[in-house]
Each structure stands twice: as structure tokens, then as C-alpha cells.
């Protein structure tokens, strides 16, 4: 399904978003992926969600990715936050909206949360993110020089590139629960390599106008703690592993928006892939101290569906 967007921004437009919604309920959820990352990376984060029952999930591939037009640098993160509360408007999510994003979908959080009306979200998860003004770790800076400078010759480098980018290395040595690999680090080479077949390699122009929004993302202090005057559960979640974003940044958006910080001692940055069970039931803990949260009464096999939910597990993003 597609969502038009953007029909009348200086910035350009309009433009085609991709999105898929799954399950029925009354909860509704919204899940804003990060860079270089298509909706399929929300599969293991959808099926968990339908799990536990009372959930409809809208995923969706931000601009620059997926089946959703790809316009080059000259957009910001304000910009797709814009493009997901137009989504939100074409489904007719007007309030009580749950929120999830991850990486640059924690920083389109960030400024959606800003600027939609209050009561739209009824809750708020950050993810392995940051406010903006930061340096990445050494790790992700000479890896970002490599691939520029380099290139990715084959479709396997670029699957190790990326999951020493995102995970933890003793997590990817390790034997994967439940799974019939390896190693996590084959298990995320297949998951990876089946995403690229259901929806494509990220273009050159998709990554470029991504990575440049990114650049120019910024939430002050001040706007931050307007995110914690609104009066709705907000969890942050970070991993002290993390690759790509420092984890100091996690502590620093928790402490200005005055809301629980969940650190994963020897985790990376993809949370819901390496500690699945925990990532989801903060999630959804949080999801459920919120006023707006309707609980639907447990079914018999919940745990069992529950525990089944993570296999097998879906790519995150940069």
C-alpha cells in the first residue's frame, strides 16, 4: 500500500510511501525504522506485537529506501518526520498513537513527537539513538570512510560490514537460540540477504539523501524536555556495544526528557535482535502504562506464540 506525502514543501514532493499494516486491535503502533533499513527489518518486532494480541502495526520504508521513492540530499529529519504524520493522517491515527523507532527512526521520533498535537502518542520508545550534534564511535567512522572510498564488492562483505556495524561481536560468534545455524552472524547474513531479495538494495542517491538528514539532525535540551511535558510513558533504550551511536547519547535524551533509561550491558545497536525477549517486553510495558492502553484478555498459548515470535529473526538497520 502507498501513502502520498510532501504534495507542498519547499524541500520538494510529492512523494510515494511504501507501508503495510498487520493485525487488528485497539492499540495502535507505529514503528519508524532507521537508516539504510526497509520495513522488513520491523518482521521479528510485528510478529511479537500480534503475539501478545490487541495490536495493529503500521510498518513502513522511509524515503530513500524500500518501495518508497528515493529523493537525493536536500531533505531533513524534519521532513520525514513530516512524511510519518501525513502517514499517520492517511490512515486515521489522529490520537493515541504508539511510537517505536530505532536509530535515525528514534531521531523522525524525536521530531514527530514535537510536532504532532499533543494527544496523538500515547507512548514513546527511543532506541539506540541520538539528539543530534554527536560523533559516532571510531568504528563506524572508519567504517562509513571505507565503503565510500572502497566500495562493497560483493553482497557478502557488505552483510559482515553491516553486522559489525550493528552487533555486538560475542552475540554474533554465539549459537543462535532456537535457530538451526551456526552462528547469529550466518543467521543475519541469510535474514539480510532474504530482505535484499523482497525489497532491493538501498540506492546510492536513497543512502546519500538519508545519511545528509541525519548530518543535520538536531533536538536542543529545551525541545526535549517538551517531549517529557507531555505527559505520556516514555522509555529509552540503548546498548553499551553500540557501534554506531555512543551510548552517552541514550542517557543524555533520557535525562533532559526526564523518563527510564534500559541499558543492555554487552549489547550493540540492534536491540530487538540481539536481546529480543527483554527489548519487547519493555516495549511493550511501556505501551501499557499509558491511560490509552486497552488490555485484551490473554489467550491460553500467548507464552508459547510469544516465545515463538523472535524465529526467525529479521534485519535491523544502521
Known sequence: MFATVAKNRPSGGPYKICYELHGSGPNKVLLVMGLSGSLRAWDTTV????????????????????DSDAPGPGYSVKDMAQDAYELLQHLGWTENVFLAGVSMGGMISQELTLLAPQGTFAAIVFISTHAGFTVPPLTAIWTFANMFLGGIKTPQQGYDIYCNLVFAQSWLNAEPVGATHKSNREMMHEALAATA?????????????????????????????????????????????????????SFHIAKQIGCPLEVFEGAGHGLAQERPHRFHELMCATFAKSRAFVHVPHKADEAKRVAEADVPISASSL
Open 47 to 66: 510478529n511479537q506485537l500480534l503475539a501478545r494480541g490487541g495490536y495493529e502495526v503500521c510498518i513502513f520504508d522511509n524515503r530513500g529506501i524500500g
Open 197 to 249: 531479495a523482497a525489497k532491493g538494495m538501498q540506492s546510492p542517491t536513497g543512502r546519500s539523501g538519508q545519511m545528509a538528514a541525519i548530518r543535520g539532525h538536531f533536538v536542543s535540551a529545551a525541545r526535549l524536555k517538551k517531549i517529557g511535558q507531555l505527559g505520556v510513558p516514555v522509555l529509552v533504550m540503548t546498548g553499551t556495544e553500540d557501534n554506531l551511536i555512543r551510548p552517552k547519547n
